[in-house]
């Protein structure tokens, strides 16, 4: 399917034919708009829905089976020698011949993957013009459907409103149906990696090396249930520890940044102030982890020589520290306009009875406030959990079981980005070991947001 073709049927063929229903409603109302049961507009739109949706599903077609269609012709073409491989082999040998034709295949191919990259190259083609031709053929006849359908009383609003209310049920079921299957995927997989590891060893266990599994250093190092190669605690207690330092510096700082900008600060400082803090959401974590790495973590080890104290180059210090500055937009910026939203009447009345500006800030705005800004640490908290970049660069791959903030340590994420590179078994137990961890980090990303639910839900009924 040629890239003019998308751009046809995603850009031409709907405007021409919102057009053509628009002006074939106007000619048989014989210029008297207001004669049609609905606006020249719906009858446009009408006929778009009756000519692109068939298209649209022709379109999904191909997405979905093109590739396996493509497949069995291939197949079909390489004979006995293709044939009396295995199943594994076949599939081997596929995928090599369609890398071997978009060139990003290494080594040297054998007679069969270049006879069968040459066979993709013109069933591709001809899977691709006989998708592009079913979806001209759909395209025509729900035109030619919709076309006869128009008249002066056809309802066309109430069809049209239908649709874009279908359409906006797809739109939210595609989201509940990503976040079921990126869950079940995990549990899944997990299950997977629970016949490998005990779920007490995974979860208790105080080592985590699963490289290890795979040195060859002798049967204990292949069997990961005796060797407890998998124990997450040194994982889990890493992240919590970076995840804290992080938020005991945005939290302070965010939600006094906060306090000035809504009560303190004048209206032109506040105009400035508050879009430069919030560029700071917009740096890329890898420019963080840059800075930490060759700045901050520097400072910290020349620092600690000075007073006799011994810190890693990469260390959970410098991790949190960045971390935490990183995410100071997300509680300050929410945490302002929530302040900000609180009633001015309760400011008034606070001042009315005597209280000092410190006074109403402390015992009526932020108690006003809480909610809000209980929401705004749980988010901050979740995208600290969630950081990859920074922690790599500035904390390191050591996953070391300490609450000492000089050492180096390692994260959920930073283990799950170390499993999944290279060329590692899917089925291992090490690759498996990386969606246990996703499991974990999903499971603690929603308990914390449904404890901002809680909060928020208690207070806003005290405060209503």
Request: cysteine-free; aromatic content about 10%.
């Amino acid at each position: 399917m040629s890239i003019w073709f998308v751009f046809t049927a995603l850009l031409l063929v709907p405007g021409g034919l919102y057009f053509a229903g628009r002006g074939r409603a106007v000619a048989l109302a014989q210029g008297e708009v207001a004669s049609l049961h609905s606006k020249q507009e719906y009858h446009g739109a009408y006929l778009l829905i009756w000519g692109s949706a068939p298209a649209l599903g022709v379109a999904i077609l191909w997405l979905l089976f093109a590739g396996i269609f493509t497949d069995y012709l291939v197949a079909g073409q390489l004979g006995s020698e293709f044939s009396t491989l295995n199943a594994e082999q076949r599939a081997t040998v596929l995928q090599t011949a369609q890398a071997l034709l978009y060139g990003s295949a290494f080594g040297e191919a054998t007679p069969l993957v270049q006879t069968a990259s040459e066979r993709y190259r013109d069933s591709y083609s001809l899977v691709n013009s006989a998708f592009a031709g079913l979806g001209t053929v759909a395209l025509v006849l729900g035109a030619l459907s919709g076309w006869r359908q128009i008249s002066p009383r056809l309802r066309a609003r109430q069809f049209v409103e239908t649709a874009a209310l279908w359409l906006l049920m797809a739109a939210s079921g595609v989201a509940i149906l990503t976040t079921f299957g990126i869950v079940f995927s995990l549990v899944f997989e997990t299950w997977q990696f629970f016949k490998f590891v005990s779920l007490s060893d995974f979860l208790f266990g105080t080592q985590w090396s699963p490289q290890s599994a795979f040195e060859g250093a002798g049967a204990a190092a292949t069997d990961a249930r005796n060797a407890q190669i998998f124990g997450a605690v040194p994982v889990f207690a890493g992240t919590l520890l970076i995840s804290a330092i992080a938020i005991l510096v945005a939290a302070p700082v965010g939600l006094m940044a906060a306090i000035y900008l809504s009560d303190y600060a004048p209206k032109k400082a506040r105009v400035v102030a508050k879009p430069v803090m919030e560029l700071l959401a917009g740096i890329p974590t890898v420019v963080y982890g840059f800075f930490a790495a060759l700045t901050v973590a520097p400072f910290f080890r020349r620092s600690g020589e000075a007073f006799g104290l011994t810190v890693s180059s990469e260390s959970a210090l410098a991790a949190g520290i960045i971390l935490g500055v990183m995410i100071i937009p997300f509680v300050s910026s929410l945490s302002d306009d929530v302040i900000s939203a609180v009633p001015e009447s309760l400011r008034d009345g606070s001042a009315a009875l005597g209280a000092t500006r410190s006074e109403t800030i402390r015992k009526v705005v932020l108690p006003a406030a809480l909610p809000g800004i209980v929401s705004a640490l749980m988010l901050a908290i979740s995208r600290a959990i969630g950081e990859t970049m920074i922690v790599v660069m500035a904390a390191g791959l050591a996953a070391n079981l300490t609450i000492n903030p000089l050492e180096a340590v390692t994260t959920v994420t930073v283990q799950i980005v170390t499993l999944l590179t290279g060329d590692s078994a899917f089925d291992s137990a090490k690759t498996l070991s990386a969606f246990a961890l996703a499991l974990v980090l999903f499971l603690v990303t929603l308990s914390l947001n449904i404890i901002a639910l809680r909060v928020v839900k208690k207070y806003q009924e005290q405060y209503d």
